[in-house]
């Protein structure tokens, strides 16, 4: 065997090596690739429900939000006319309501007085305040008037 032979050998081992190792490469390339297949259409198959329960979802979320969007507008109407009634009644009887009220305390003053006792200080409960504790001077000596 001569030089040329030998490396014709030896590259022939090499090109039987890498053919072998690339069709090793090329087997797992297309297990991966099945793999992947797979998984996709598992994927496609669980997806595809989910998202018709999603949109099945979706749409009776946006049902009950038109509901409590009717809703609100009544509470809200509601809300103005109560608003507006209050309004009218505090109006219409506010003002008499105070006259009368004044009215009576005016009457219940006077028929005091007309008995002749003298209220010297405002009545608290049921009993008279004295003029000097009314002002906060109470019990103070030397300075009359002054703080």
Do not use: H
Request: glycine letters at 10%; zero cysteines.
């Amino acid at each position: 065997m001569s030089g040329g032979e030998v490396a014709g050998l030896l590259v022939a081992v090499f090109w039987a090596i890498l053919v072998s190792f690339l069709a090793v490469v090329l087997v797992r390339l297309a297990q991966t690739l099945r793999a992947a297949t797979r998984l996709v259409t598992d994927v496609t198959e669980r997806a595809v429900p989910l998202l018709t329960e999603a949109s099945d979802t979706v749409r009776s979320a946006q049902s009950q939000l038109s509901r409590v969007d009717a809703i609100a507008a009544d509470v809200q109407e509601v809300t103005a006319n109560a608003s507006a009634l209050s309004s009218t009644v505090s109006t219409a009887f506010g003002g008499p309501l105070v006259k009368v009220a004044a009215f009576g305390y005016g009457v219940r003053r006077a028929l005091a007085r007309k008995d002749g006792t003298p209220r010297p200080g405002r009545t608290v409960v049921g009993r008279s305040v004295p003029a000097a504790r009314r002002t906060g001077r109470a019990g103070r000596t030397g300075r009359a008037g002054k703080d």
